[in-house]
C-alpha cells in the first residue's frame, strides 16, 4: 500500500475510521469476507451443522450443541464443536455450512474484539447482536446459493442482570428468544423438550440437565444431531454465561449428567417421568 515506509503501519491502518472491523475489510480487502467469493457453479457439498439448543436460568445463560457434522447422508465429523465464546460476556451457536459458520464466528469474534480496543468499552450485547445481523445479511448470497448460516446469539446483559437469546434468519433479521430457543435439523424435537422441561429459576445443575434432555430428544427422532456417545466419550459442548463470564462445562460434569439421562430413559425412552 502507499504511504508505508520503514517501520511504520500502511496508511490505511492509521486513517480515522468506524469502529468496526468488518467494514475495515469490506473497504481494504474485501477477498477477505466470507460473502466476497466467489462460488463454482452447482451444488456444493460441505458439511452441515445441526443442532444448537440455548435456554436461562437463574444467575445467566446456557447453550449447548450436539457434536455431528453431515454431509448428506453421510456424517461427516463426530466431534464438531459448535458453541464457542464471542468475547468475555457472550456466546454463539452454529448451525448450517459449517465451513463458513465458522469463519463468520472467527470474524465476530475479531469484531467484538476491534469495537473494544477502538472504543475502550464493551458493546452493549443488543450492539452486540445488531453487529451479527449486519454479519448474516451480508452472507445473504451466499445462502441464496444453499450455503446458509444461521447462528443463534446470547450473553449476560450486565446491565438487565440476566441472560438473553438472540435468534436470526438468512436475511439477517434478529428477534430476541425468550427462555429457551433451539436452531438447526433437530430443532423442531429439542424445542418440544425445552417446552415441557423449562421452568423459571431453573438453577446451573438443572439447565444442563434440560439442555442435555433436549438434545437427547432432538438425536432421537433427527438423523443429522448425534447423541451423547459413551463409547467414544463425545459429549454435547456446554457454555454458561454469567455475570463473571463465559465459562465452559468441564467433561467430567457433562458425563454425570449425560448418564443420568441415559439411565433415566433405559426401559423408558420416551422420557416420561
Same mark, same amino acid.
Given at each position: 500500500?502507499?504511504?508505508?515506509?520503514?517501520?511504520?503501519?500502511?496508511?490505511?491502518?492509521?486513517?480515522?475510521?468506524?469502529?468496526?472491523?468488518?467494514?475495515?475489510?469490506?473497504?481494504?480487502?474485501?477477498?477477505?469476507?466470507?460473502?466476497?467469493?466467489?462460488?463454482?457453479?452447482?451444488?456444493?457439498?460441505?458439511?452441515?451443522?445441526?443442532?444448537?439448543?440455548?435456554?436461562?436460568?437463574?444467575?445467566?445463560?446456557?447453550?449447548?450443541?450436539?457434536?455431528?457434522?453431515?454431509?448428506?447422508?453421510?456424517?461427516?465429523?463426530?466431534?464438531?464443536?459448535?458453541?464457542? #465464546? /464471542? !468475547? @468475555?460476556? *457472550?456466546?454463539? +451457536?452454529?448451525?448450517?455450512?459449517?465451513?463458513?459458520?465458522?469463519?463468520? =464466528?472467527?470474524?465476530?469474534?475479531?469484531?467484538?474484539?476491534?469495537?473494544?480496543?477502538?472504543?475502550?468499552?464493551?458493546?452493549?450485547?443488543?450492539?452486540?447482536?445488531?453487529?451479527?445481523?449486519?454479519?448474516?445479511?451480508?452472507?445473504?448470497?451466499?445462502?441464496?446459493?444453499?450455503?446458509?448460516?444461521?447462528?443463534?446469539?446470547?450473553?449476560?446483559?450486565?446491565?438487565?442482570?440476566?441472560?438473553?437469546?438472540?435468534?436470526?434468519?438468512?436475511?439477517?433479521?434478529?428477534?430476541?428468544?425468550?427462555?429457551?430457543?433451539?436452531?438447526?435439523?433437530?430443532?423442531?424435537?429439542?424445542?418440544?423438550?425445552?417446552?415441557?422441561?423449562?421452568?423459571?429459576?431453573?438453577?446451573?445443575?438443572?439447565?444442563?440437565?434440560?439442555?442435555?434432555?433436549?438434545?437427547?430428544? #432432538? /438425536? !432421537? @427422532?433427527? *438423523?443429522?444431531? +448425534?447423541?451423547?456417545?459413551?463409547?467414544?466419550?463425545?459429549?454435547?459442548? =456446554?457454555?454458561?454465561?454469567?455475570?463473571?463470564?463465559?465459562?465452559?462445562?468441564?467433561?467430567?460434569?457433562?458425563?454425570?449428567?449425560?448418564?443420568?439421562?441415559?439411565?433415566?430413559?433405559?426401559?423408558?425412552?420416551?422420557?416420561?417421568?
Amino acid at each position: 500500500m502507499s504511504g508505508r515506509g520503514p517501520g511504520r503501519l500502511p496508511d490505511a491502518f492509521r486513517a480515522p475510521g468506524s469502529s468496526s472491523f468488518t467494514e475495515f475489510l469490506g473497504v481494504h480487502a474485501p477477498d477477505l469476507l466470507p460473502s466476497r467469493r466467489t462460488l463454482p457453479k452447482g451444488p456444493v457439498d460441505a458439511p452441515h451443522g445441526t443442532t444448537i439448543v440455548t435456554l436461562t436460568y437463574a444467575g445467566g445463560l446456557l447453550m449447548a450443541g450436539d457434536r455431528r457434522a453431515t454431509m448428506g447422508n453421510i456424517i461427516a465429523n463426530r466431534d464438531m464443536e459448535k458453541v464457542f #465464546a /464471542a !468475547d @468475555d460476556f *457472550s456466546v454463539i +451457536g452454529i448451525a448450517g455450512t459449517a465451513g463458513l459458520a465458522i469463519e463468520l =464466528v472467527k470474524l465476530f469474534q475479531v469484531e467484538l474484539e476491534h469495537y473494544e480496543k477502538i472504543e475502550g468499552a464493551l458493546m452493549s450485547l443488543e450492539g452486540k447482536a445488531n453487529r451479527l445481523a449486519t454479519m448474516i445479511r451480508g452472507n445473504l448470497g451466499m445462502a441464496m446459493q444453499g450455503l446458509t448460516v444461521v447462528p443463534v446469539f446470547g450473553g449476560y446483559d450486565l446491565d438487565a442482570s440476566q441472560g438473553r437469546i438472540f435468534s436470526y434468519d438468512v436475511t439477517g433479521g434478529c428477534y430476541e428468544e425468550h427462555d429457551h430457543h433451539t436452531i438447526g435439523s433437530g430443532s423442531l424435537f429439542a424445542r418440544g423438550s425445552l417446552k415441557k422441561l423449562w421452568r423459571p429459576g431453573l438453577d446451573v445443575d438443572q439447565a444442563l440437565h434440560v439442555a442435555v434432555e433436549a438434545l437427547y430428544d #432432538a /438425536a !432421537d @427422532d433427527d *438423523s443429522a444431531t +448425534g447423541g451423547p456417545d459413551l463409547t467414544r466419550r463425545i459429549w454435547p459442548t =456446554v457454555a454458561y454465561v454469567e455475570a463473571h463470564g463465559v465459562r465452559f462445562a468441564d467433561e467430567p460434569a457433562v458425563h454425570a449428567a449425560v448418564e443420568d439421562v441415559v439411565a433415566a430413559r433405559t426401559g423408558n425412552p420416551g422420557g416420561a417421568r
